[in-house]
């Protein structure tokens, strides 16, 4: 989850918000990503989605099924949905999410009888390091 925290901090020095993904396998890294929504002016460029592309291109795969992802925010649904679709194996998350997320909150994608994968979850990992970032990036925001 550190390396998770490092890519969100190094999200919010790029002005994006603060989330930083990073996937593991057999306990060595295979894709480690930022949030890069306004950077790459795409709505899907969620740390999420950028770190499980970049190691379905590393493993030259479409599926993650031995891969664990830890990520700084409870994902969304959308990112919950590509989780599901990657077969990604375990997945750890830091701050929760009532307004946003996906997985414990919201639609609980997870949860719906329409997913075909759903990953072991493990939640509160580094919360309040990870909550606090993103606190601090709105609070700057709107001062």
Known sequence: M??????????????????GAVILRDG?????AGNRTRELKDPTAHAEILAIRAAC?????????????YVTLEPCAMCAGAIS????????????DPKGGGVRHGG??????????????Y???????????LTA???????
Do not use: M
Request: charged share 30%; glycine share 2%; net charge negative.
């Open 123 to 133: 939640d509160g990992i580094n919360e309040s390091e990870a909550a606090e970032l």
């Open 2 to 19: 550190e390396i998770a925290l490092a890519e969100a901090r190094a999200a919010a020095s790029r002005g994006e918000v603060p989330v």
């Open 137 to 143: 990036f709105f609070r700057q925001r709107r001062d």
């Open 108 to 121: 609980r994608f997870f949860s719906q009888p329409t997913c075909h994968h759903a990953p072991e979850i």
């Open 28 to 32: 060595e890294i295979i894709a480690r």
């Open 57 to 69: 291109n590393a493993l030259d795969a479409e599926r993650l099924n031995d891969a664990d992802l």
């Open 85 to 96: 679709f990657a077969r990604i194996r375990r997945l750890y998350f830091a701050a929760s």
